[in-house]
């Protein structure tokens, strides 16, 4: 088979003012015709580098110190600039993770694709405008011709997504290159992308290399893998020897780290990387990885550069300790299983009905319509477990979390906090002891805290102002506190910008902690974090719940991540809750047809998983849709017609679980209160 | 510090960039840093403080009382080596009235720019964070001031209430209070949706400590710089003023004013319009040198 891509050794350095830093080191591979290769690692790890080195785009300063890079068979290093904006355009092409970055906003799609072409040598416009036509209906856009006309704003994420695919497919390239091409978009839209991307790999023979940093992902697309760490590639073989058999401690390491949709595991513990990467492990002799590594013997591993060591069948690794490592048993995901909650616990928090609707008038003040964020929801969360809502985005979870928390007042219904009702009572009303026991950790661990204020003021605010405390106990407090999430005192009077993300998500944590709350609402406290980070706060809140009754409203897209951390989930769909009840019983059937979509949806980095089969077609509708039947409807694969988009949805009830589908699930079933128009789903109270 | 300081766009980058700097750093330290960092501030920094020293030391290197008039010397005004810059129309050392003159404008500017900084300060922190009507009030009464031309409102004020250093600082005060305002409005805007400020509000924080201690802070970055430009511009006006001749009153010596003085013999004895013209221009550029090192210190830490 003839090679498209071939990385020979290659090591790659910035140049500065003051020395040079390594970003690649010794990189060798080879993508052959029709071949995909994935390459994951932590953020830093050098994979976009390698992504810019293929196409010999790095930026200024960062230089090829050794090795080769053929691109078909020919080496790229000689070529001039034009031969090379030559090979990129017509032999290599690019997606990258945002679809906007790569389209232009003024032009309408169709002029952006027959440019392609024309750029190419194609010289009759209307046999370029066919082949635009017929890309777009390759990657399978509804009503190709009429997109032609559109501008990218007009289109939804995925949609621009595909667009770009098909721009990047129509200079018929030989490699594709992917960088995280589908971070950005939801579970059922990502594997949409992908489904589309084995399907054309498999058409056009196209080589691929895809980065990402979800293992997952990679394992749906690709059937080999490389594993980077602090720009060496670790590890590199077949995706199912790699993920069957890892033998580099760090992918053990990554694969461990991961929270599993199979299985409750009862937020047993996962196995987080211990330390993290430094500036100072690019430039080690050695192993990069050895000062994390619980295999590393000094002499052995430090000391001398390490080959990659063939382990047959082109699995390959670069560990100096490999006998040991294979000989000892690749651990799971979890160590230790821990004990479920008693069942009996107590309710912090009941969400009864609650609705949020935002008005939007016309520029002179005429009622144009109503945006209805959340519908009718209802759930409990209970002292010592977790509740998690789970949904794509704009489902309406996290405005369910904004009102919880007071920054959002609801329109109607109860949230309701022993007797007080919190719906519609916005943080800055609510009376010191209320707002003591609900507090929330947020998302982005870049904004989460003060840049201007030291990690110690952080703390020390909510202690004050929640506990009344004087400074001087406060200040122990602080150590307490810092105690509590595993950090070294000395943290206090660091500031946020000398923090990494996992440290500052922490800090974030234990400010939520710092009142003594009943009740913590984290909107995806990890989802920004890598996943060796992501374990351990995972394995953190973990354990906060359980030393304490705390109760926890964890708002997630990811599936795993709730089977793993959760007691109850809620399934939210366009504002209203679908499925809800406890995670065993909402991670089998019966199933919501959502859910079930979803679960499907979720890549798991299993090499022996089926692939997802139909996923969801089309987009969630507009909010500010009237919605007569089921919510849903539009996109269920088990649509009734005629029934379901014309009547709201029975309650179908198994126990706690509850299903809101026509579908005959069994179940007790129990018709909507108020059958009436906007009413999407309705239950009573249980 | 690499984690904040990639991908942050451009426009916001005073912003979220002043932080990378090192933490609790002296502000010796950080001058340093400055200074080596963007020679084009050095150089500004250098100007500005040029002139400080002059106007702090002028009755000592000032080489003659700045009013002192001189009949006998307007045979040959040109620069000489008793009279380095010359001397003016009525015989007075251009060089001591520089000097001299120096003292007012370093002292009318910075005070001017400093009040417009606290008043557009507090009303952009109460404009953003407020919203709503109190946003609308501010901004149009803001608007209003802004679309009235600059000098015929300085001639309507000093007219009325006369010419005083006072009056002057007052009215560059009033007239670039809401330029500062919306600075600081844009960057609340940005600053009170972040995760920050929705934790101190679910602490209790009162409204006043989330402007002032979660939000204020942050803005320090292009505050800074605004000052500098502004001690630019505010220098400028107080010379159009003073050649307008609604400036500091005669006889002590005021840039502007020395412009005007000579400017009907500007054919005859350039040099005596010319010098105190490039005076004010040095102190222009020294500002706007130093504003812009400050914004590329701040872009490539």
């Known amino acids: 088979m003839a090679e498209v891509l071939s990385f020979e050794h290659v090591s790659i350095a910035y140049q500065h003012r003051t020395g040079r830093q390594n970003i690649l080191n010794d990189v060798s591979f080879t993508i052959g015709e029709g071949q995909a290769l994935g390459l994951v690692g932590e953020s830093g790890c050098g994979k976009s580098t390698v992504a810019l080195a293929a196409m010999r785009y790095l930026p200024r300063g960062m230089l090829i110190t050794e090795g080769r890079i053929q691109v078909e068979g020919r080496d790229t290093a000689p070529l001039s600039d034009a031969e090379l904006s030559k090979i990129r355009g017509n032999r290599i092409a690019m997606v990258y993770q945002d679809p906007m970055s790569s389209l232009n906003p003024v032009m309408p799609i169709g002029e952006q694709l027959t440019e392609v072409p024309l750029l190419h040598g194609e010289t009759d416009e209307k046999a370029a405008f066919d082949r635009a036509v017929r890309m777009l209906e390759e990657v399978r856009l509804p009503d190709a011709a009429a997109m032609m006309d559109r501008y990218p704003h007009q289109l939804s994420g995925g949609q621009q997504q595909r667009v770009v695919i098909a721009m990047a497919l129509m200079a018929e390239p030989a490699l594709l290159i992917m960088d995280e091409p589908t971070t950005g978009l939801d579970v059922t839209i990502e594997a949409a992308i992908l489904a589309l991307v084995r399907d054309l790999r498999a058409k056009f023979g196209t080589a691929i290399l895809f980065i990402s940093h979800n293992l997952g992902t990679v394992a749906r697309v690709c059937d080999r893998i490389g594993v980077l760490y602090a720009g060496r590639m670790v590890e590199t073989g077949q995706i199912s020897t790699v993920f069957r058999a890892p033998s580099h401690p760090y992918t053990r390491g990554l694969l461990g780290a991961l929270p599993r949709l199979k299985g409750g595991r009862h937020r047993g513990r996962l196995r987080p990387i211990e330390g993290t990467i430094t500036a100072a492990d690019r430039m080690r002799v050695g192993c990069a990885f050895a000062p994390r590594c619980s295999f590393a013997v000094r002499h052995e591993c430090e000391e001398r550069p390490i ?64 945006v209805r964020a959340v519908t009718e929801v209802d759930f409990d969360a209970r002292a010592g477990e977790t509740l998690a809502i789970v949904g794509e985005s704009g489902c309406g979870k996290s405005t369910v979390a904004r009102i919880i928390s007071g920054l959002l007042d609801g329109t109607s219904g109860e949230v309701r906090l022993g007797d007080v ?3 519609k009572v916005q943080v ?47 200040k122990a407090e602080v150590a307490k506190l810092l105690a509590q999430v595993r950090l070294p005192a000395e943290m206090a009077a660091r500031m946020p910008h000398q923090l990494s993300g996992g440290q500052r998500q922490r800090v974030a944590i234990a400010r939520a902690l710092a009142g003594n709350p009943g009740l913590v609402v984290a909107d995806e406290p990890v989802s920004a974090l890598d996943v060796s980070v992501q374990a351990a706060i995972l394995n953190l809140l973990g354990e906060l719940l359980e030393q304490s009754q705390l109760g926890l409203v964890l708002i997630s897209h990811d599936l795993a991540l709730v089977r793993h951390m959760a007691d109850h989930v809620a399934v939210m769909y366009l504002g209203r809750v679908v499925e809800y009840g406890p995670v065993d019983q909402v991670f089998q059937p019966p199933y919501h047809p959502y859910t079930e979509a979803l679960l499907k949806a979720a890549p798991t980095p299993d090499p022996d998983a089926a692939p997802p089969g139909a996923v969801l077609d089309g987009v969630m509708p507009s909010p500010s849709e009237i919605i007569v039947g089921c919510a849903f409807a539009s996109r269920c694969p088990s649509r009734i017609a005629g029934l379901c988009d014309t009547t709201p949805p029975p309650i179908r009830r198994f126990g706690e679980h509850r299903i809101a589908c026509h579908l005959d699930l069994g179940g007790e079933v129990q018709v909507p209160v108020a059958p009436g128009a906007l009413t999407g789903m309705r239950s009573s109270i249980s | ?208 400590f989330i402007m002032f201690v979660e939000i204020l802070p942050n803005a320090r970055g292009p505050l800074i710089v605004d000052f500098f430009l502004r001690l630019g511009y505010t220098t400028i006006a107080i010379g159009v003023l003073g050649f307008l001749g609604v400036g500091l009153p005669p006889p002590d010596p005021d840039w502007g004013g020395m412009v005007k003085e000579a400017y009907g013999m500007i054919f005859v004895w350039p040099h005596m319009t010319i010098i105190p013209a490039l005076a004010i221009s040095s102190l222009v550029i020294g500002a706007n040198f130093l504003a812009t090192g400050i914004r590329e210190a701040s872009l490539d830490g």
């Not at chain 1, 069948?313 to 299983?337: F, K, N, Y």
Request: aromatic share 6%.
């Open chain 2, 1 to 208: 510090m690499t984690e904040i300081s990639h991908g942050v766009p451009a426009g916001r980058v005073g912003v979220v960039r002043d932080t990378a700097g090192p933490a609790r750093a002296g502000f010796l330290a950080k001058a340093r840093d400055l200074l080596t960092r963007s020679p084009i501030g050095t150089v500004g920094g250098l100007i500005l403080l040029a002139w400080c020293m002059l106007a702090l030391l002028a009755p000592w290197v000032a080489p003659y009382p700045p009013n002192k008039i001189d009949p006998a010397l307007i045979a040959d005004p040109y620069p000489s080596a008793a009279h380095w810059l010359g001397v003016d129309h009525l015989g007075r050392d251009i060089l001591s009235r520089l000097i001299w003159g120096a003292r007012t404008v370093l002292t009318v500017a910075p005070t001017a720019v400093l009040g417009a900084v606290v008043l557009g300060v507090f009303l952009g922190l109460l404009s953003g964070y407020r919203g709503g009507i109190v946003d609308a009030v501010i901004m149009r009464i803001g608007d209003t001031l802004l679309a009235f031309p600059k000098i015929i409102l300085y001639l309507i004020i000093i007219a009325k209430f006369g010419a005083s250093a006072f009056n002057i600082i007052a009215v560059i005060t009033l007239s670039s209070a809401p330029i500062v305002a919306r600075i600081v409005r844009g960057v609340t805007l940005d600053i009170k949706n972040r995760d920050y400020v929705a934790a101190a509000r679910m602490r209790g924080e009162s409204a006043l």
């Open chain 1, 307 to 370: 080959a990659m060591i063939d382990m047959g069948a082109g699995h390959l690794a670069r560990c100096a300790r490999l006998e040991a490592v294979r000989a000892s048993a690749a651990q799971d995901g979890v160590a230790e299983e821990t004990t479920g909650s008693a069942n009996a616990a107590a309710v912090v928090l009941s969400v009864r009905s609650l609705s949020k609707e935002y008005k939007i008038s016309s520029l002179f003040g005429g009622k144009k319509g109503v």
């Open chain 1, 421 to 423: 009702d919190l719906a």
């Open chain 1, 428 to 474: 800055d009303e609510r009376p010191r002891e209320v707002r003591r026991q609900v507090q929330m950790v947020f998302q982005n661990p870049d904004s989460t805290l003060n840049p201007s204020h030291s990690i110690g003021y952080a703390l020390m605010r909510p202690l004050r102002m929640l506990r009344a405390l004087a400074t001087g106990d406060a």
